[in-house]
């Protein structure tokens, strides 16, 4: 019984409810708004404090609800009075104006709520697309603008819609005044007192499109007059420009938020799109010259160890840590490796043409134009700077494109092989430097070609190496194959391992021969692993006074490199056996390259100034054993650390014997001796 009755309570209430014509309260708001600019003197008054913002949410809500009462893909009569009246434009014109302050502020947040609730395609229409235009030119113009906030929320709203409709990308970025796609389904009522006729939505604005419609006649502001843009013309800025500006916010969000949206922008476009991107529009540039600011901006000297410290530094936490190991430009090495990375990732989730464009205007701007000088630089430290920072770009680069033109740039085009008297190019002058007088510039250089040898790329390998491999030149013509590598290698004559002591160190001039090949074409290990160990003399080692100290410590660091190494070049299409020499091909002279060269030279100088000279040495170190030992346990922190006489002869020779141990481990793997295949467990925790 009660709830019928207030079931009829709630039925009478109801009947004596006013209905609400939406269109009606719509325009009474807009013609609030449009009151204030009549009645109002006082020009100090922020926006936010009129009622401005409350009418404009209610012009919003009243769209949002018109459009769930509407058949899908029909405008509601409010709709059609925003497009027809040209609202939008409108209020880009008083946003520009900045009158009453604050309004640009509002006006960004009214068109990104517009665009983003109301589901009727509204960027195909004149009457939207031009204001949107106009307001992407008001933004991204300031650095540290009081409405980056809006802007970045406006160009997220706008990138969403390009995402669901990339057509929208050209349309937006190009600007052209074409039909719109989408006809409104029927005029709007003429409004009582209405002055001005209705202008057609497709119709391109007259000069006095500034003006301000309501339904009580033409209002016209005294307000800056925008400049008409000819057709299909670009603005001074648009969605590319602003966004590449919020970029370089100093708010974290708002920089992280725009590199989102610019980063969907070029992953979504159309060939026609891209091609639009590249030859008529400044994305390209203005990336790269961001990029090159940024390097401009940091010290002229950055040692590289700090360098170092900031490996792996991504764009999407580009800030470095502010600690006790800050060190001075550490901020601005930070935000030119975020950068750097940023652009490295555009570039590989891009369109082809986007990619292949931004990674030529990277290697010509910043690694030709500003990098390479300062390689050839004859100061030491312009050159170690620019050594590392090539180094770390080197070592965060991932994308293809970019790879190509960094190894372009370092190799150059040609793969044939070098000779001696070629011209200096800049990858010769690099291998030089590895060999340089400053052992902080070789050092820097050799991890610079560490870096670049592990990048997934055959030309580097096939530039540096292989080209001069081929022809297999360094093989004897008509010379008979030992049977076996035994009967070849003899220690004894080893002027290295003489019974003596006391002899120098004289270098042998008769030729090692080549090791002898099995039936399965595997070279003899065991004699190439024997030739790394013998290096070191008997009385130098201390290997054997330690457990887990062999060579077979370092087989599983080795197998898993080798292992590494072996699926990176394994779609290359290399062959599995060697090319047969022909015994009648006259003999040339064999250059095993600039970068064989300069490796051979600096292992041949470590024999000669240390294992030539070290059984003399050490005769002078009393208690040599001992103290060697002692040594090799500090270096493994085994036992705490003291000053010894002698000192850095004794860690030379642990690390000479550790080296020759590597080397011999990775012999090892290369060609495992008969047997089951090689497996290997992972090291016990702890050990490298």
Not at 537 to 561: M, N, Q, R
Request: hydrophobic letters at 40%; charged letters at 20%; proline letters at 8%.
């Amino acid at each position: 019984m009660l709830s019928r009755l207030g079931a009829l309570l709630q039925e009478a209430v109801g009947a004596w409810e006013p209905s609400i014509d939406l269109l009606e309260a719509f325009v009474e708001h807009w013609k609030g708004i449009t009151q204030y600019y009549i009645e109002s003197t006082d020009e100090d008054t922020p926006a936010k404090k009129t009622d401005i913002p409350w009418r404009l949410r209610q012009m919003l809500d009243i769209l949002v609800y018109e459009e769930r009462q509407q058949a899908a893909g029909e405008a509601g009569p409010c709709l059609e009075y925003l497009l027809q009246h040209k609202i939008l434009e409108t209020l880009c014109t008083l946003g520009k104006a900045e009158y009453p302050p604050g309004m640009r502020q509002q006006v960004f947040q009214f068109f990104s709520k517009v665009l983003a609730q109301v589901q009727h395609p509204l960027l195909h229409y004149l009457s939207v697309h031009r204001p949107v235009q106009k307001l992407l030119r008001l933004g991204g113009t300031v650095p540290g603008s009081l409405t980056e906030k809006e802007e970045v929320q406006f160009t997220t709203v706008l990138c969403s819609k390009i995402q669901q409709d990339p057509a929208l990308l050209t349309y937006i970025l190009e600007g052209k005044k074409t039909v719109a796609r989408k006809k409104v389904s029927r005029e709007p009522p003429a409004l009582p007192g209405e002055m001005a006729s209705l202008k057609d939505k497709d119709q391109p604005p007259s000069k006095t499109s500034d003006t301000v419609s309501c339904g009580a006649g033409v209002l016209t502001p005294q307000l800056p007059a925008d400049t008409e843009e000819p057709d299909g013309g670009i603005g001074e800025n648009n969605l590319i420009t602003s966004l590449i500006g919020l970029c370089k916010s100093k708010k974290g969000r708002v920089a992280l938020k725009a590199q989102e949206n610019l980063l969907l922008l070029v992953s979504v476009a159309s060939q026609a799109a891209a091609t639009y991107l590249v030859q008529s529009s400044p994305c390209c540039p203005a990336i790269v010259k961001h990029l090159c600011q940024l390097y401009q901006s940091m010290p002229t000297f950055l040692d590289p160890a700090d360098i170092a410290t900031l490996e792996g530094i991504s764009w999407r936490l580009p800030s470095a840590p502010f600690d006790e190991a800050s060190f001075p430009g550490k901020e601005a090495l930070a935000a030119f490796l975020g950068w750097f990375d940023y652009c490295d990732h555009l570039i590989m989730e891009a369109h082809t043409v986007v990619a292949d464009a931004l990674a030529k205007a990277v290697a010509e701007k910043l690694l030709v134009e500003t990098l390479q000088p300062q390689l050839l630089h004859v100061s030491e430290q312009s050159l170690l700077t620019a050594t590392a920072l090539l180094t770390a770009l080197l070592r965060q680069l991932r994308s293809p494109a970019l790879l190509q033109e960094a190894v372009t740039f370092l190799l150059g085009m040609e793969q044939q092989p070098a000779a001696l008297e070629d011209p200096c190019t800049l990858c010769v002058h690099l291998i030089r430097h590895c060999d340089h007088l400053s052992d902080e510039i070789s050092i820097a250089t050799l991890r610079l070609f560490e870096e670049l040898l592990q990048k997934p790329h055959e030309q580097i390998v096939r530039s540096l190496i292989l080209c001069h491999l081929e022809g297999r030149l360094y093989v004897v013509r008509g010379a008979p194959e030992p049977e076996s590598y035994e009967d070849t290698l003899d220690l004894e004559e080893d002027p290295y391992f003489t019974d003596g002591l006391d002899t120098g160190f004289q270098p042998t001039i008769k030729p090692t021969p080549a090791p002898a090949t099995n039936l399965d074409g595997k070279t003899a290990v065991t004699e190439i692993v024997n030739s790394f160990l013998c290096l070191v003399p008997e009385e130098a080692k201390t290997s054997a006074f330690l457990e887990e100290t062999g060579y077979d410590t370092y087989v599983h660091d080795a197998y898993g490199l080798f292992q590494e190494c072996s699926s990176r070049v394994a779609p290359w299409g290399w062959p599995k056996a060697l090319t047969p020499l022909d015994p009648h091909e006259p003999e040339r002279p064999f250059f095993e390259g600039h970068f064989f060269r300069m490796l051979f030279d600096r292992m041949s100088r470590i024999l000669e100034q240390v294992i030539g000279d070290l059984m003399q040495r050490i005769q002078r170190v009393p208690q040599f054993p001992g103290k060697l030992l002692l040594v090799r346990k500090q270096l493994m922190g085994q036992v705490p650390g003291e000053q010894l006489d002698h000192q850095t002869l004794l860690q030379g020779v642990v690390v000479l014997e550790e080296f020759c141990k590597e080397l011999a481990a990775i012999a090892f793997v290369q060609f495992p001796p008969q047997g089951p295949p090689l497996c290997l467990s992972p090291p016990p925790e702890g050990h490298v």
